[in-house]
């Protein structure tokens, strides 16, 4: 299973980005896998941001992040993608991109960096 992530930037708080991970090799159909994004800041452990399970009828956030953030999949597409809105400073993290069916997946991260 290969997982690439896009969309990460430079931004200012309060901004808006678009993560999108796209997955591919995979043994099952894309939605049978939960889908979730993590991130890690410079000295921190990495956190899960957001999940959607793999009907993409549940979701669930981090507290930090709820009301900001929003977690979505395109089957079709094989994608999944983190909407954030009103970024701030703490956001600013490597985000990472999590498959899981029995075992997880990870991709290699893209990097948000929010600054004024």
């Known amino acids: 299973v290969q997982l690439v992530e896009s969309g990460g930037g430079l931004v200012q708080p309060g901004g808006s980005l678009t993560l999108s991970c796209a997955a591919s090799?995979?043994?099952?159909?894309?939605?049978?896998?939960?889908m979730s994004w993590y991130r890690q800041a410079p000295g921190k452990e990495r956190e899960l941001v957001a999940r959607i399970t793999s009907g993409g009828g549940v979701t669930s956030y981090a507290e930090s992040v709820k009301g900001r953030f929003t977690i979505s999949r395109d089957n079709a597409k094989n994608t999944v993608y983190l909407q954030m809105n009103s970024l701030k400073i703490e956001d600013t993290a490597v985000y990472y991109c999590n498959a899981q069916i029995a075992m997880n997946y990870w991709g290699k991260g893209t990097l948000v960096t929010v600054s004024s």
């Open positions: 090799g995979l043994t099952f159909t894309f939605s049978s896998y939960a």
